[in-house]
């Protein structure tokens, strides 16, 4: 029976059919039958994945190339004696072993999140009689027992229905309660479709029910899901990947030139083998970005902070970046585009379709026909409708932190608001008309009745239910002037087909008089001679933020998808009020099973609504636009939401409605559920990834210029300018001050009107390599112009270095005025007054270079020597002239891009809209 439950498809057979297979009866299962098939099955709960011991998750974050290189330099350092370079590069290696480590176990955690989500008590029927058992005890043929406000503890095939309502967003992602029933259904139905199925971790809303377990544990479709998730590889972030691309492009170079110099030094210039041994780990040293790692760090840290203030609450530091390339965010719509609260934005009488306009279940608003607002007063069939959907209503609306939630089925509480948007009291309408008796809401009927009698003992039976039923139960309709006149069947028919055409849920309000001595409710009572009232749709309105995220985005150059589990009518809805493209272009979960991965790769590229959407088709979505070379974020809330989110390049999950295990499987976490939040997280994305390429400008062309003295000095037999003691010196101080200073930048002007960057795209770009190799020059230049004239000037050696050191920092400082605008100019007032981090910065440094130039203890620990004031303003001046050299370079190239983007535009070529929004830029 265990291979038949995993593949047999119980939403199809009937339900007696289900318990012939289970072998089970209506009375449940034997205790000893249970006991034994517990045993078989094991305990209803999703298995634990086997977990890396800590010591090896610790140990593989030392897994990368440039971490070996800079290990391999505390190495040589310390054997050399230089203790104080080998604890602070391994200061550098540790901390960021320690962030890396910190942030692992991601997967495990979202494991742990799925598994509690099972019940941890039921009430099931066991030889006849009904136990409480621990949920983990439940096995295939047990009769479960359902109520309101209870967790399903496993999936069941249901065999009694009496009104209930199982709330399955969590699993499906739709957001309105779905009414289950006891028939079979459609073979090929979706998920959402199964009405006589309930699964494992949804909720009853409302109503009864029973029915019989046909898996438990990992079989179920949450445990489907969980196998998901174990499966699905998480991507390395873009930054991450370039990084990797760097630091073996970069650990190549250093070792190919030094390779090449210790063959050179010590064969053809036949220098002593450890003479131009110690030279070559000199070079190393300069050449290796020490301080590197530990910057970008602390810059995506700082991003992260800087995302807190957004209500983005990062999970893990390299993702931050990925934010600032996305090229498309698949969202989710319950919840995420919409305010997951149903409200009633259609109203139909007699004569007019109203539209409503307020916020969720808060019960203030307007009324409005043909867009201008209308009085209540004016129109008196809507007084008779907000009654109605007062009365006959079971939920409650209640105030809690300024925030209206309904207490029952949210249509219900729609209803409710309904009636305060009329600028009715509902309490009061309650309490004028009591109720005396009625007839609960059943799918079979599909309808509610309420008995009502007023203080003089007048009686009227208010009903609520689905149009086709309400108005084959009605002879005559509300007409104005509070008369009635016999009903229109072809207009209602084809009012709610209009109202449902929109995604909208219709729902018939009808009254009918009784005799005042009435006080119970039959069927028969409501079964003929209603009198329709009117009609109302309901829909689960988009955030208004959300709207303008959405157009936001757009004009980023990012594609938003909507992928749901609702129906392709309400989806179709809601793409069209947030703004989506092709909103009429809706493809079903159906649609995809029925493509290659080739058709679906190029379906996405033309559809942005996606239906009744499995797990499986939202992961299947992912990897096909990642197949596109796309970079993907995925937002969603729910437990089918947790494969997509681990396998995109950036998961954001939400924080108030969203289930633990699509948390846990996220890098964000949204604070306010606010798809706002996501575009101004995109900014702040875009913004770490601009700031970490200044500091990588500003990093490499001083360590390649650094090298480079090295190498000068090697190949023309020279004394070294600078120690390679001094070199780290510089290195590290310099980098854990101007370059953190670039980690403060503010966002650039546009830049949520630049396009994605493309996810292949080098951090190193060929403007890069050209402005690396031009700095290297004038750095090479002016460390040696300096050494060279301190030398002719008869300055010791010592001096000399010192000279050399403080010019090669001098140029540092200015070069970081320089790249802090390296796509404007850098001589306007904004520009020269900087941010207070760079100031702090440049006189950290200054103070630095003072104490180890003219204090003796670190004179010794440095061999330094004091510098003339006269020699120290000519220090000044090659760093003023650096700055102008560069600065009127980067103005001659800057003008010569305007004027060939302007001359693209003048000729209409097809760059021409890049070339538009780049000028703009520039």
Known sequence: MQEHNRTARWHCDPAEAALVKLQSTPAGLAEETASIRLGKFGPNRLPAPPKRPAWRRFLSQFHNILIYVLLASAAITSLLGHLFDTSVIAAVVLINAVIGYLQEGKAERAMDAIRQMLAPRASVLRDGERHTVDAETLVPGDIVLLEAGEKIPADLRLTVAHGLQVQEAVLTGESLPVDKQVSSVDPDAALGDRTCMAFSGTLVSSGLGRGVVTATGAETEIGRISRLLARVE??????????????????????????????????????????????????????????????????????????????????????????????????????????????????????????????????????????????????????????????????????????????????????????????????????GLPRTDTIPFDAKHRFMATLHHDHERNAFIAVKGAPEKILSMCSHQRIAGDGKGPLDLGYWQQEAEAIASRGQRVLALAVKPVDKTKTTLD?????????????????????????????????????????????????????????????????????????????????????DIFARTSPEHKLRLVMALQSRGMTVAMTGDGVNDAPALKRADAGIAMGLKGSEAAKEAAEFVLADDNFVSIAAAVREGRTVYDNIKKVISWTLPTNAGEAM???????????????????????LITAVTLGVALAFEPTEKNTMRRPPRPKGESILSAELAWYIILVSLLFLGGVFGIYNYALAQGYSLELARTMALNTLVVMEIFNLFFIRNIHGSSLSLDAIKGTRAVWIAVLTVTA???????????????????????????????????????????????????????????????????????????
């Open 523 to 607: 069927y028969a009572d409501v079964e003929q001679e209603l009198t329709l009232i009117g009609l109302v749709g309901l829909i689960d309105p988009p955030r208004q933020d959300a709207i303008d995220a959405v157009a936001e985005c757009h004009r980023a150059g990012i594609r938003v998808k909507m992928i749901t589990g609702d129906h392709q009518g309400t989806a179709a809805a809601i793409g069209r009020q947030v703004g989506l493209n092709n909103p009429d272009r809706v493809l079903t979960g159906a649609d995809l099973d029925r493509m290659d991965d080739q058709a679906l790769s190029a379906a996405v590229a033309e559809t």
């Open 848 to 922: 630095a270079q003072f104490a180890m130039t003219y204090l003796p203890p670190l004179q010794k620990l440095f061999g330094t020597q004091s510098v003339p004031l006269v020699d120290g303003l000519l220090i000044l001046l090659t760093g003023i002239l650096l700055f102008v050299v560069i600065e009127g370079e980067k103005q001659i190239r800057l003008s010569f891009r305007r004027s060939r983007e302007a001359k693209q535009l003048r000729t209409g070529s097809p760059e021409s809209a890049q070339s538009k929004e780049n000028v703009v830029r520039l």
């Open 234 to 431: 998480t991507l390395k972030t873009p930054l991450i990947l370039q990084m990797d691309r760097f630091a073996k492009w970069l650990t190549g170079v250093i070792l190919a030139i030094a390779m090449l110099l210790l063959v050179y030094g010590h064969v053809v210039v036949n220098l002593p083998f450890a003479e131009i041994f110690m030279a070559v780990v000199g070079l190393s040293v300069a050449a290796i970005p020490e301080g590197l790692p530990a910057v970008l760090t602390i810059t995506l840290a700082l991003g992260v902070q800087a995302m807190a203030r957004r209500n983005a609450i990062v999970r893990r530091l390299p993702a931050i970046e990925t934010l600032g390339s996305v090229s498309v965010i698949c969202s989710d719509k319950t919840g995420t585009l919409t305010r997951n609260e149903m409200m009633v934005v259609s109203v139909v009488t007699d004569q007019h379709l109203f539209s409503l306009r307020g916020r969720g279940y808060e019960p203030r608003g307007t009324i409005h026909l043909d867009n201008t607002e209308v009085s209540l007063s004016e129109h008196d069939p809507l007084r008779e409708i907000g009654r109605i959907a007062t009365l006959c209503n079971d939920a409650v609306l209640q105030k809690r932190d300024e925030t209206w939630i309904v207490e029952g089925d949210p249509m219900e509480g729609a209803l409710l608001a309904l009636t305060g948007k009329l600028g009715m009291d509902p309490k009061r309408e309650l309490s």
């Open 709 to 731: 003295t090295i190498i000068v000095a090697l190949l023309f037999g020279m004394t070294l300018p600078i120690t390679p003691i001094q070199i780290l010196w510089v290195n």
